[in-house]
């Protein structure tokens, strides 16, 4: 019975720290390159962090399922920036319960807060997570108000009962988020400096 | 583990639908539901392989790869699942893999998909579509041919395409990941790895869990803490009492767990929380996953039956560890070899010196040989002899502290050798016996040739008939110069290049003629079948130079030239292999030569005048005779010898229209023949008074076809040795 009001303790406190984590699909992995950040700029044709608004299923003429969200974009690192942006990703249920995964393309929630490293968008408009799950941070505030980026694929939080911080879990990457950003940025300073070395003079 | 998030407790939350146990393996489910992903019709799951798979594979070989991936787990013990090759073309050439009708494995190389635009890093992904209550309607295998380079013969820094493609079909089949690091469905693949070619236990703990055909055992516990309370998600592992691990599963948020699919025997058991090198974010949503706990044994050794369940004592887990083994960085399973010694490096935490490595089987010895905190350095002795399959290897800390990496090493034989394939050569229609030898041959090997494979002991399959020698008789293969891979069921394998051409074999019906002078020059014409472009003629051995292929059926040589003597062995090879013999004699007496017949036009009984050289007495005219062939004919009425130049012949009866003319030495079988050179009248010229049948008449050399003729003409060049000798 203790362990039982622990745990439900632990579920009160993952649900403050993060909430959206109660309802995603769990990483179900097809084959992708182990990539770093550096990897996942180069990569990618669009890094953005923002929240999702809504997360719209649809059935496709040739019988695919995806999904269209729509984003709140705060910031872009890679790509247009633009306030609103739509990307679709393959994968999702419908109305009806049919539904449709790609094995370790993670899907997203309404109301995340999630740091995406997209690629280029193909022939129907559908993107992937770079390196599939790898493509995707989650963004979680700490009860100090202090923010995470987390990447995993399930509906997983760790917990610190005592400080409500994120623990460390293995096959989970919990970065502190001011690091991650950091990061990225240095990356898209690569990215530009090599851009520019290549542009025609 | 103590990162720097670190705290002592650690809990892992998911979502608050939790099963009422939780069994061996991970099976996919259903985001919405929690349905369990599933086949309604296990036993013919239909699948079909893209004809034109990868462009990194001309030779097709992705053939024989997805078919030994899918034959993999077709041979599950204890399953019912079955996938069913539908081998029709018109199957093969559909690429519409988003259909429903057809469950494809493609090789996208233009990004037709959608899911490899550039940049993705995906290499291979696996679509299912499925229903509310979890039955599967469709799934496909689709390779990121765009971006990555796939491969099926080891090339360095290339996907292998059996070990993809295996993780992939236990996706299809409705699998998700496994936390053991030697199964196909751990999480990470990585281009030098192919032992996920062949299942481990928990594989098959999975699909028998999934599809059961059989009774099996089962053992069932609850994982607490000293203070009796429970742990919910604690990975619990069986082991053999070889020291293989048979399979593992998750507790539920209860501490139940239940390990299944387990044939009768002996197994101890041991829990260890879910966190390196594969975690809770590697699996299904619906558990209840803490890992604040150390490794624990159960102490005991616990017996099942067939479809016994048995329930064994309260596995009560230590506190937990700092230290931990492996990372997703290490690409498991380790391979370790048959009677030789590996050295290794793993990853982790906590590894310290002071520490103490052990491995599953006491008989494997296991040596630290450097301890560097975040990995150790090790070499691992494995008896010759040693039973294959997966070991755990475990840590032990100076204060009691432990870490099992389950699944982490893989014993497997050494790869096999293969020195030499006989013949080298055989025909594309099969029926060649091929024997193979060499080394490390084990018993359920597979051949593959082509787009052959040859398993052992199954019906138009190959024997192992021991560790050096393996027979087969080939079928039907796809023509062309192939390696002969030997594959061991753990994966590893051996191969000699190119050493073995199937082809269409040529056959030589007929030489014309059969002997020629010695200086050369002779043109020779050679009618058979399955004369390839590009193939050679050798005459004792030596290249004929001037060769000409007309068609696949006929060939003119100008001969060389040679020492005199024979009939020699006149061979010819199509590119690649595959020879037809024959036989041709140099003799001393130069060819005839015929240039003209006058007049050139006759009626039966007329005379005529046949200019030419190297005439002789023995010089035979037939007229009407396949100038290809020397066969048919009709010998002229009568001969006169006039000089080496001029011969006078009889017209003979039973002729129409336009009529070879061939002469030739009775004594040495020299011959030359002028098409259309004489020309008879026809029915209608004749008012319908000839009615003879042309060239339907068997001349005397017509019966040499065959191999009488070498004996004819060894007589031939006899008599005209004892003639000269006599001379």
């Known amino acids: 019975m203790r362990t039982l009001l622990t745990l439900l303790a632990f579920g009160a406190l993952s649900l403050l720290v993060s909430r959206p984590l109660f309802t995603e699909p769990a990483v179900r992995a097809g084959t992708a390159l182990r990539m770093d950040v550096p990897d996942l700029v180069e990569a990618a044709d669009l890094v953005l962090e923002g929240r999702v608004l809504s997360a719209t299923p649809v059935e496709t003429e040739e019988g695919l399922i995806e999904t269209e969200y729509e984003l709140a974009v705060d910031r872009t690192f890679r790509g247009d920036d633009v306030f609103l942006r739509s990307v679709r990703l393959p994968g999702g249920v419908l109305e009806d319960g049919r539904g449709m995964l790609l094995a370790g393309v993670p899907h997203l929630r309404e109301g995340e807060d999630a740091l995406l490293f997209l690629s280029h968008a193909g022939p129907r408009g559908v993107r992937l997570p770079v390196g599939l799950a790898q493509g995707r ?31 460390e879990a293995d096959g989970l990457h919990i970065r502190d988020y001011a690091e991650l950003v950091a990061e990225i940025e240095a990356s898209m300073g690569s990215v530009r400096s090599q851009a520019q070395a290549g542009a025609p003079k | 583990m103590g990162g720097a998030w670190g705290g002592k407790l650690r809990v892992a939350l998911v979502v608050a639908v939790v099963g009422a146990l939780a069994f061996a393996h991970v099976r996919l489910i259903h985001p919405s539901t929690g349905a369990e992903l599933f086949w309604s019709n296990p036993s013919s799951i239909s699948v079909v392989i893209n004809e034109a798979g990868s462009d990194n594979l001309p030779d097709k070989s992705h053939m024989t790869a997805l078919r030994n991936s899918i034959d993999e787990w077709n041979r599950t013990p204890g399953s019912s699942a079955r996938l069913v090759e539908n081998i029709s073309p018109g ?26 635009p550039s940049g993705s890093g995906t290499v291979a992904i696996t679509p299912i579509w499925f229903y509310a209550g979890g039955s ?56 030098s790895v192919v032992l996920h070619r062949s299942l481990a236990g928990d594989d098959i703990g999975g699909m028998r869990e999934v599809y059961p055909d059989g009774s099996f055992g089962r053992l069932t516990g609850t994982v607490r803490r000293a203070d009796n309370s429970t742990v919910a998600g604690a990975w619990v592992s069986a082991r053999d009492s070889d020291g293989r691990i048979v399979g593992g599963g998750l507790a539920n948020n209860l501490g139940l767990y239940t390990i299944e699919g387990l044939d009768p025997g002996d197994y101890t058991l041991y829990a260890r929380p879910l966190d390196q090198p594969v975690s809770s974010a590697n699996l299904t949503s619906g558990h209840v996953v803490v890992t604040d706990f150390g490794a624990t044994h159960l102490p005991g050794v616990y017996t099942v039956a067939a479809g016994q369940t048995k329930g064994v004592s309260d596995l009560i887990v230590g506190p937990d560890a700092t230290m931990s083994l492996g990372r997703s960085s290490d690409n498991f399973p380790l391979r370790v070899v048959q009677g030789q010694t590996t050295n290794l490096t793993i990853h982790g935490a906590g590894l310290n010196p002071g520490s103490v490595l052990t491995c599953s089987d006491p008989s494997v010895t296991v040596s630290a040989i450097s301890w560097h905190g975040s990995l150790v350095t090790l070499s691992v002795s494995v008896p010759a002899g040693e039973p294959r399959g997966h070991l755990d290897l475990e840590v032990s800390g100076p204060f009691g502290e432990r870490s099992i990496l389950p699944g982490g090493l893989e014993v497997t034989p050494p790869d096999p050798v293969v020195l030499t394939v006989s013949p080298s050569a055989g025909s594309d229609s099969g029926g060649t016996s091929m024997v193979i030898k060499g080394n490390h041959f084990e018993p359920g090997a597979r051949v593959v040739i082509g787009d052959r494979i040859y398993t052992d002991g199954e019906p138009g399959g190959c024997q192992v008939v021991d560790p050096t020698t393996i ?43 059969l002997a020629g002078n010695r200086l050369g020059g002779t043109e020779m014409v050679l009618r058979g079948d399955n004369f390839a472009t590009g193939l050679e003629v050798r005459i004792d051995g030596i290249s004929q130079g001037a060769v000409t292929r007309d068609s696949g059926e006929r060939v003119v040589v100008t001969t060389n030239g040679g020492l005199e003597g024979g009939p020699y ?42 200019s030419g050289a190297n005439f002789s007495p023995q010089t035979q005219v037939l007229f009407g005779a396949d100038p ?14 006039l000089g080496p130049g001029t011969l006078e012949v009889t017209l003979p009866a039973g002729l129409a229209g336009d009529q070879s003319v061939l002469v030739r ?58 003639r000269l000798e006599t001379a």
């Open chain 2, 471 to 513: 027979l087969l008789s080939t079928g039907a293969t796809v023509p062309g110069v192939h390696d002969v891979v030997v594959i061991d069921q753990s994966g590893v394998e051996g191969r000699q290049s190119s050493a073995f051409t199937s082809a269409a074999i040529p056959t030589i019906d007929t030489v014309f003629p």
């Open chain 2, 136 to 191: 599967i309607s469709d799934a496909d295998v689709l390779f990121n041919g765009k971006n990555f380079n796939f491969t099926t013969s080891g090339q360095a820094g290339r996907f292998d395409v059996q070990d993809i493609a295996t993780h992939e079909l236990g996706h299809l089949l409705g699998l998700d990941h496994s936390g053991v690091a030697g199964a196909s469905m751990y999480p990470y693949v990585d281009t």
């Open chain 2, 91 to 116: 199957q093969q050439a559909r690429t519409d893999w988003a259909s429903d009708s057809i469950h494809l494995l493609y090789f996208d190389e233009d990004n037709s998909s959608g899911y490899f």
């Open chain 2, 628 to 641: 290809d062939t020397g066969i048919g004919g009709v010998a002229a009425d009568s001969i006169e010898f």
């Open chain 1, 137 to 167: 941070y989650r963004i979680v505030t700490r009860l100090d108000g202090s923010k995470l980026a987390v990447r995993d694929q399930s509906d997983l939080g760790l917990v610190d009962p005592s400080t409500g911080d994120l623990l």
């Open chain 2, 665 to 722: 030495r009775a004594d040495t079988g020299q011959a030359d023949v002028l098409e259309a050179g004489i020309s008879y009248p026809t029915s209608s010229d004749s008012g319908g008074a000839c009615t003879a049948s042309v060239g339907l008449e068997r001349g005397p050399w017509e019966a040499l076809r065959g191999s009488a003729w070498m004996l004819v003409l060894g007589i031939l060049v006899w008599m005209r040795s004892r």
């Open chain 2, 569 to 610: 062995l006149l061979e010819l090879e199509n590119p690649g292999g595959g020879v037809a013999t024959s036989a041709f004699a140099y003799v001393r007496p130069a060819d005839p030569v015929v240039t003209g017949l006058q007049p050139s036009e006759g009626v039966p009984g007329d005379v005529v005048t046949l």
